[in-house]
């Protein structure tokens, strides 16, 4: 009997990390990699002369694109979705399209969320691709440096599904140590890997929700909750016992950007009924959508045999995903929000919501 968690959907990794952090070097490696040799890489390069293109895969018979110069983030989305629609039949082979995963390498000023917008919400996409996760490289030299001074290398951290530290044989173990505590502050959920000397493991990819060696919807390690539930990978969990030497340093850095940056994991004992669910959920988007960097949930629905996957950017929301069955016996609803600006406890208040009659809501929307 077929599996029907298959999804044909061509899935896309979006490799992102700001300028120097060695996200070409890490690409190269990748697609020498025979688990990528089907595989269609989109280079983005920001400036009138692309180089990136040049050094990824000299020599392969791979598919290597170079973009239109420009930022992702603004005037090249359109060009983004007419490369991705027209890729289906421009680099077929037999009449068949060839590859069977997308990686797209950004230049390092992007801000990564319209890209993850453009990825979501464009429809042509959403019917062909599916986005697999968000991979953050880090250098771990400059990495401090680099969040005290750019955000938007702060808000690449924060979306990401993999945080990937590069350069890690040339720093400090004092200066990795310190710049994986404030990462884990900044994004409690994603995993940190080593790359050394652009070495990683090509299953570094395959960090979204569905996973295609296995076809099964692995949630709980998409959602990553647990790791509020660990104080030894949650920084935030308790003020009081952090490192004084990391307090200390974090005084002088005035420049720091992601004190903006919060994560929190809501989570809710009962089932809520769907309807009072997408209410608290557009009232949210209308009114921090902007500062809702990433959502990501499996929420329990009241009579519904198993749960419900949401993952947003901002205001921009997948369909949900039903899922057949829970994925584990903790069937509690979990949330997991990476906001900019918003009150940790103005968001747990907000789930009052759901302590409200909804018949009586649904009067008064009728």
């Known amino acids: 009997m077929e599996n029907t968690d298959h999804d044909p959907r061509i899935p896309i990794a979006l490799l992102t990390g700001f300028l120097g952090s060695g996200k070409t070097t890490v690409l190269n490696h990748l697609v020498q990699q025979p688990e990528l040799r089907e595989t269609l890489v989109l280079i983005n390069e920001f400036g009138e002369i692309g180089l990136d293109h040049l050094l990824v895969a000299p020599g392969r018979d791979d598919v290597v694109i170079e973009m239109s110069s420009g930022c992702l983030c603004c005037t090249i989305r359109g060009d983004l979705a007419d490369t991705l629609r027209d890729a289906l039949w421009r680099f077929a082979r037999g009449g068949r399209t060839w590859f069977n995963r997308v990686v797209i390498e950004t230049t390092g000023l992007a801000d990564p969320a319209p890209i993850l917008h453009t990825l979501m919400m464009e429809p042509m996409i959403a019917r062909h691709y599916r986005l697999d996760g968000v991979i953050t490289t880090v250098d771990a030299v400059n990495g401090m440096d680099t969040l005290d001074r750019q955000f938007e290398s702060v808000k690449q951290a ?209």
């Not at 044989?169 to 652009?198: C, H, K, M, S």
């Not at 720091?256 to 994560?263: E, L, N």
């Open 158 to 366: 924060a979306v990401a599904d993999r945080l990937l530290l590069t350069k890690v044989d040339l720093a400090e173990a004092e200066t990795v140590e310190r710049l994986e505590q404030r990462l884990r502050a900044l994004n409690p959920t994603a995993p940190i890997l080593y790359a050394r000397q652009g070495v990683v493991d090509p299953a570094i990819l395959d960090a979204g929700l569905y996973d295609p060696t296995t076809k099964t919807l692995e949630v709980r390690r998409w959602l990553g909750a647990e790791a509020f539930d660990d104080p030894a990978h949650n920084p935030r969990h308790d003020h009081a016992q952090h490192d004084h030497a990391q307090h200390d340093h974090a005084q002088h850095d005035v420049n720091r950007h992601d004190a903006r940056i919060r994560a929190v994991c809501l989570t809710l004992d009962k089932p809520v009924r769907r309807l009072m669910f997408d209410l608290w959920l557009e009232i949210l988007m209308q009114i921090k959508g902007p500062d809702l960097l990433r959502i990501k949930g499996i929420v329990h629905i009241t009579d519904a045999e198993g749960p419900l996957v949401i993952h947003g950017v901002q205001h921009i929301f997948h369909p949900p995903i039903p899922l057949a069955a829970w994925p584990s016996a903790d069937r509690r609803t979990r949330l997991v929000l990476i906001t900019r600006d918003l009150d940790e406890e103005w968001l747990r208040n907000t789930l009052a919501l759901f302590d409200v009659d909804d018949t009586d809501i649904e009067t008064r929307l009728t």
